[in-house]
């Protein structure tokens, strides 16, 4: 029989996530109260709130990560974050949030 290392799963390799529980919630709400807010907003928002420093494209993959995507809703002139599948096939507004911009799906 041969000894060596044991076949027990070991801690994963790579870096921490900048972006932990407490951050992600904390994005999350921000998103869907303020879905028309910049990424930069975002940005300043999370700095404050918990003391996360992260760029632009890393809030942008967590969000869609998270299952938002930028879509203009039916009668709003700018684009805002909804959720992916956010809108009806048939065009109405009845899953509308209360958030103008901002459906859940």
Do not use: H, N, W
């Not at 996530?17 to 028309?36: G, M, Q, S």
């Not at 998270?66 to 109405?92: L, N, Q, T, W, Y």
């Amino acid at each position: 029989m041969r000894e060596g290392r044991s076949l027990t799963p070991g801690k994963a390799p790579g870096k921490k996530p900048k972006l932990d529980e407490k951050a992600r919630k904390l994005l999350e709400t921000d998103v869907e109260e303020r879905p028309f807010a910049k990424l930069s907003q975002r940005q300043e928002y999370l700095k404050k709130a918990c003391g996360v420093s992260a760029s632009e494209s890393m809030l942008s993959r967590a969000i869609r990560a998270m299952g938002f995507s930028r879509k203009k809703d039916a009668g709003c002139e700018r684009a805002g974050r909804v959720r992916e599948g956010g809108f009806p096939d048939d065009g109405s507004l009845s899953g509308r949030a209360g958030a103008p911009g901002l459906l859940r799906g």
